[in-house]
């Protein structure tokens, strides 16, 4: 049907990824898109992109592209969710103190605190919570809705528990203070607090 295929379609566990031959302009790979698209609209539709290979295209070209695979097929770009998922990781604040109550430490990435959180204090962070002492505080991991983030604390006691948009609180009875680590992480959609384990 081809003479040649100068775009190719290849799958992954997360999306399709579509490669252009960085050998051919912009106007051949794109009529060539559009051909195999239409060609193919029924087992396109609806399809998740995760990104682009092969030629580097300019951000106007990308926004070009996103819009015919959308309106001709449906497809969705989620590549930059998952960009910008890595961004978040990649950033991480270290705070080597106790936490006080009335603190209200708010970050974009990881927070890793060297001591305790204290009643009456809080910790938001677009990623992960990590506290090398007790968290009694509020604390609020994946707080830009990211149900992977995860919270870990020697001593896991705190008065509120959030990640993403799942919240739980502290329960009313006395709570058994464990002698090894614990991780909070989210788990068909409830939030799920068991001792870490890590594998050796």
Same mark, same amino acid.
């Given at each position: 049907?081809?003479?040649?295929?100068?775009?190719? #379609?290849? @799958?992954? +566990? &997360?999306?399709?990824? !579509?490669? /252009?031959?960085?050998?051919? %302009?912009?106007?051949?790979?794109?009529?060539? /898109?559009?051909?195999?698209? &239409?060609?193919?609209?029924?087992?396109?539709?609806? =399809?998740?992109?995760? @990104? #682009?290979?092969?030629?580097? /295209?300019?951000? %106007?070209?990308?926004? $070009?592209?996103?819009?015919? !695979?959308?309106?001709?097929?449906?497809?969705?770009?989620? $590549?930059?969710?998952? %960009?910008? $998922? +890595?961004?978040?990781?990649? &950033?991480?604040? #270290?705070?080597?103190?106790?936490? *006080?109550?009335?603190?209200?430490?708010?970050?974009?990435?990881?927070?890793?605190? !060297? @001591?305790?959180?204290?009643?009456?204090? %809080?910790?938001?962070?677009?990623?992960?919570?990590?506290?090398? @002492?007790?968290?009694?505080?509020?604390?609020? =991991?994946?707080?830009?809705?990211?149900?992977?983030?995860?919270?870990?604390?020697?001593?896991?006691?705190?008065?509120?528990? *959030?990640?993403?948009?799942?919240?739980? *609180?502290?329960?009313?009875?006395?709570?058994?203070?464990?002698? !090894?680590?614990?991780?909070?992480?989210?788990? &068909?959609?409830?939030?799920?607090? $068991?001792?870490? /384990?890590?594998?050796?």
């Amino acid at each position: 049907m081809y003479k040649k295929n100068y775009v190719v #379609f290849k @799958g992954s +566990k &997360d999306g399709l990824f !579509i490669y /252009l031959n960085k050998n051919f %302009e912009f106007d051949v790979l794109k009529n060539q /898109l559009i051909a195999k698209l &239409d060609s193919a609209k029924v087992f396109f539709k609806g =399809a998740k992109v995760k @990104g #682009f290979k092969g030629k580097k /295209l300019t951000d %106007e070209q990308q926004e $070009e592209i996103k819009k015919i !695979i959308h309106s001709r097929c449906g497809m969705t770009m989620i $590549e930059n969710k998952i %960009e910008n $998922e +890595k961004k978040v990781f990649n &950033d991480t604040k #270290f705070i080597r103190s106790t936490v *006080r109550s009335g603190q209200r430490i708010e970050e974009n990435g990881n927070v890793v605190v !060297i @001591g305790d959180v204290n009643p009456g204090a %809080e910790i938001i962070a677009g990623g992960n919570i990590v506290v090398m @002492g007790s968290l009694r505080g509020v604390a609020h =991991a994946g707080s830009f809705g990211n149900g992977q983030a995860f919270v870990v604390a020697f001593n896991l006691q705190p008065t509120q528990l *959030r990640i993403g948009d799942v919240i739980a *609180r502290a329960p009313d009875s006395k709570q058994i203070k464990t002698n !090894i680590p614990e991780i909070a992480t989210i788990k &068909d959609k409830k939030l799920i607090i $068991e001792p870490y /384990l890590p594998k050796k």
